[in-house]
């Protein structure tokens, strides 16, 4: 029992200054050795808790999602009226940004790891797939009380996360940075001309 709950402890601390590693040396330069010389410890107590590099890198993201998941979209039941529940969302989803929650370099080196690695694959696959199915649910939700009008929930929940995942990218390479006003009008303004076609 006090293991477990040692271990508990030990684990997130290791991935916490792992991912300062990252920040600091990149992805490739980021080892072992170096984790433990910024934690002040010996380099085997890392790997009593992860036997190789890969496998901090997988403990990594599944602390990463298991952190933030719960974050991307939350509870909007408390909200009884439908057109305050839908703005919420909106103002969430115009907002939604990966560098809200972790460092833009660290989550597409993972994200690139995982087309190469099928378990890192099926950690952002579980991802998704929650971001996707919260949304469709509040699509649903707002359609069925008039709020807006949508035939395929699913459809144009997986638009707008295409969308907001686009935006993500495309804001490290534009030539000209956006404001995060900038950035959130535009998402709302494209948001709502996409529910607004008749394509959903």
């Known amino acids: ?75 909007f039941s408390r909200e009884n009226d439908p057109a305050m529940r839908w703005e919420d969302v909106l103002e969430v989803i115009s907002r939604l940004n990966w560098d809200m929650f972790v460092n833009h370099a660290v989550y597409y080196n993972c994200y690139t790891l995982g087309l190469r690695d099928p378990e890192v694959r099926r950690q952002f696959v579980a991802l ?10 509040e699509i649903e939700f707002a359609s069925q009380n008039g709020i807006i009008s949508v035939r395929d929930p699913q459809k144009a929940s997986d638009m707008i996360i295409s969308l907001l995942e686009g935006a993500n990218f495309y804001q490290y390479v534009r030539p000209q940075e956006w404001t995060l006003e900038q950035r959130r009008e535009l998402i709302r303004s494209i948001v709502s001309t996409i529910l607004k076609s008749d394509c959903f």
């Open 1 to 75: 029992m006090g293991r477990k709950s040692k271990a508990n402890v030990r684990r997130p601390e290791i991935l916490s200054h792992f991912y300062d590693v990252i920040i600091e040396e990149g992805f490739e330069g980021a080892s072992i050795a170096k984790i433990a010389k910024r934690m002040k410890v010996n380099p085997s107590l890392l790997i009593h808790y992860f036997s190789t590099k890969e496998a901090m890198v997988s403990g990594l993201i599944e602390y990463i999602i298991a952190t933030y998941s719960n974050q991307l979209l939350p509870d």
């Open 128 to 137: 998704y797939e929650t971001l996707a199915s919260r949304l469709m649910l």
